[in-house]
């Protein structure tokens, strides 16, 4: 990508890279959560917050001590650790604070731990070699990207709950097909930057 | 290489630390928080929603920062249960007194009114009911489309294909009145569980002298149910211009059901009479 500025990197990562429909990153709690839209919002909302605290806590990791020391080959196991670490705080904050979201959530909490959108982003940002500003700008991208998608898909799959579906497409092979559609439609974007 | 392992060492140690102090920072968890997980092992955990809680957990939130919660608002398909209901009791260190509380729908109308015509729209009582009363004679019976059933998470309700007669079954019934809603026309109610019987008619016109010319099955108004019975508790409902029965008064005893001429007060947990039977 030859234009890095801050804008271009975010509608790259939320539109045109979505995670979802163009990496094909995180589909576990896009099939997962998002039959309703309350809990598809918080959750694009928690991934969204996982993202960003990931990208900063591997950006200060990787840059200050992995990067001068030579010890990248080391990053798969630290940003492991790092996001398992943020997801730890999330879901405790979460479990204290709000117990009906954290309900809600699910087993999908944990699963943001092995989550690759988030492994995902902070991974693209080293491979890019992106500077703090540009790195949590492109997980706050991707976290919107993320959320967005799965909003658009909980709200189209509401409306499939009522529509007369036959009979072998009801459930999860249609929100196959919807998906399809879906990124099929966020191919439009394909050029912009 | 050393440098190497303790470098991992020591961003794992910082990491542990993290969420070490983080623990300390947050609020306290819920003391209730592990009560309400073993009262959430007790309910259900169907989420049908009729207690007006979220769902089966946010119920046992409630019961467990108050007990005296479950006697306001008892969960329906716990009733039923008698071992869960002991285990619940000696949870909360309360007893429960369920006689009265426990429900059953009945649907107050035995839907035999002719068709007008012939409707070919949407299966849904709701929206067969927006065409005039629907498509039967009688304007406040049941149509049969099976709404309410389509919501029954019991399969306790069903619709006879032939008669379009919908019934509720008492052994499913759990009383949990999801479908009450569901009944464009509100047919359905909740009745105490040992109310012997219910009126299968819903006809509150007054003008005409109906039942007959409309529905085979429909109240006639001619009061012999409240001549019949001895503990008064059947009287007239001015306002709706049909009998009701008074749930604490109502004895088993049969007198009125004998009485009615039309066979409309249905006893439970029979079969319904059939209504080539009727008099």
Redesign the interface.
């Known amino acids: 990508m030859s234009d890095t500025s801050l804008i271009a990197i975010f509608v790259s990562m939320a539109l045109i890279n979505n995670f979802i429909l163009a990496k094909f990153l995180g589909l576990c709690p896009f099939f997962g959560v998002s039959k309703n839209l309350k809990n598809a919002l918080s959750m694009g909302i928690a991934v969204l917050f996982v993202m960003l605290l990931a990208s900063l806590g591997t950006w200060i990791?990787y840059d200050l001590?992995l990067e001068p020391?030579g010890?990248e080959y080391?990053k798969i196991?630290?940003y492991i650790?790092?996001i398992?670490?943020l997801v730890?705080?999330v879901e405790?904050?979460i479990?204290?604070?709000n117990?009906?979201l954290y309900?809600a959530l699910g087993i999908y909490l944990p699963l943001i731990t092995t989550n690759c959108a988030v492994l995902g982003v902070a991974f693209w940002n080293t491979q890019e070699s992106y500077n703090l500003a540009q790195s949590l700008i492109s997980a706050l991208g991707a976290g919107i990207g993320f959320t967005l998608v799965i909003v658009i898909m909980s709200g189209i799959r509401e409306r499939l709950e009522l529509s007369n579906i036959p009979k072998p497409f009801k459930g999860f092979p249609i929100a196959f097909l919807i998906a399809t559609m879906l990124g099929l439609s966020f191919l439009g974007f394909g050029g912009m930057v | 290489m050393f440098a190497t392992i303790s470098i991992l060492t020591g961003i794992g140690a910082a990491c542990g630390f993290l969420i070490f102090i983080m623990s300390k920072i947050l609020p306290k968890e819920d003391e209730t928080l592990a009560k309400t997980g073993v009262l959430a092992e007790i309910l259900p955990g169907m989420n049908c929603g009729a207690c007006g809680q979220p769902g089966c957990f946010a119920y046992a939130q409630q019961v467990a920062k108050d007990k005296e919660f479950i006697l306001n608002t008892p969960c329906m398909t716990l009733l039923q249960d008698g071992e869960a209901l002991k285990q619940l009791e000696e949870i909360l260190d309360i007893s429960l007194d369920t006689s009265g509380m426990a429900k059953i729908a009945v649907i107050h109308c035995y839907g035999n009114s002719e068709n007008i015509f012939d409707y070919d729209g949407i299966r849904s009582c709701k929206a067969a009911a927006q065409i005039g009363a629907g498509y039967k004679k009688c304007p406040y019976g049941c149509l049969g489309l099976g709404d309410c059933a389509a919501v029954c998470l019991q399969d306790a309700i069903t619709v006879d294909p032939e008669t379009d007669i919908t019934k509720v079954d008492p052994e499913k019934c759990i009383g949990c009145g999801l479908c009450i809603v569901e009944c464009p026309h509100g047919l359905i109610e909740l009745i105490p569980r040992d109310m012997p019987h219910y009126l299968g008619c819903s006809y509150t016109y007054k003008k005409k002298i109906p039942g007959r010319e409309w529905c085979e099955m429909g109240c006639i108004h001619c009061r012999k149910c409240i001549k019949a019975c001895e503990t008064d508790a059947v009287t007239w409902d001015k306002d709706r211009n049909l009998p009701t029965f008074d749930m604490e008064k109502c004895t088993a005893s049969p007198e009125s059901i004998e009485a009615c001429p039309n066979n409309v007060i249905i006893p439970i947990s029979t079969t319904p009479p059939a209504v080539s039977e009727c008099h």
Do not use: G
């Open positions: 990791i001590i020391r010890l080391m196991i630290v650790l790092v398992a670490t730890q705080i405790m904050t479990k204290r604070t117990i009906t309900n």
